[in-house]
């Protein structure tokens, strides 16, 4: 689960900053970005950073953002699976809305290599 919820916070900061705006379900007035093209069936880890939150919000009620827990997560999960550690700055703030439209312009496509996704 470790890289997917690194794809996770990947897909959500290329939309409009990293605010946990991919988490977001649809509603009657907004599509989200979960069945944008580069993540309809393909993104996992949903529901690790609702158990993550639970227990936070269950610790500390309405303190730590799902931005925040998303970050935090991803730099454990690379961490727990070896790789390096590295300092998160926290204080993110959660997106109130999002957008299927703004996913599917500014995710990058499958066909990008490295040098397009580190230019990016």
Same mark, same amino acid.
């Given at each position: 689960?470790?890289?997917?919820? #690194?794809?996770?916070?990947?897909?959500?900061?290329? #939309?409009?900053?990293?605010?946990?705006?991919?988490?977001?379900?649809?509603?009657?007035?907004?599509?989200? &970005?979960?069945?944008?093209?580069?993540?309809?069936?393909?993104?996992?880890?949903? &529901?690790?950073?609702?158990?993550?939150?639970?227990?936070? &919000?269950?610790?500390?009620?309405?303190?730590?953002?799902?931005?925040?827990?998303?970050?935090?997560?991803?730099?454990?999960? #690379?961490?727990? %699976?070896?790789?390096?550690?590295?300092?998160?700055?926290?204080?993110?703030?959660?997106?109130?809305?999002?957008?299927?439209?703004?996913?599917?312009?500014?995710?990058?496509?499958?066909?990008?290599? %490295?040098?397009?996704?580190?230019?990016?």
């Amino acid at each position: 689960m470790g890289a997917s919820l #690194v794809r996770l916070f990947f897909h959500d900061c290329f #939309v409009d900053g990293c605010d946990a705006s991919v988490l977001l379900d649809d509603t009657r007035s907004m599509i989200g &970005e979960k069945n944008a093209v580069g993540n309809a069936n393909s993104l996992r880890g949903y &529901e690790v950073i609702d158990a993550i939150k639970s227990r936070v &919000e269950a610790a500390c009620p309405s303190t730590v953002s799902c931005a925040d827990i998303l970050a935090l997560a991803s730099r454990d999960a #690379v961490t727990l %699976l070896g790789g390096p550690s590295w300092t998160v700055p926290l204080g993110r703030r959660d997106a109130r809305t999002a957008s299927i439209a703004a996913a599917n312009a500014n995710l990058p496509p499958t066909s990008d290599g %490295l040098t397009n996704l580190v230019a990016r």
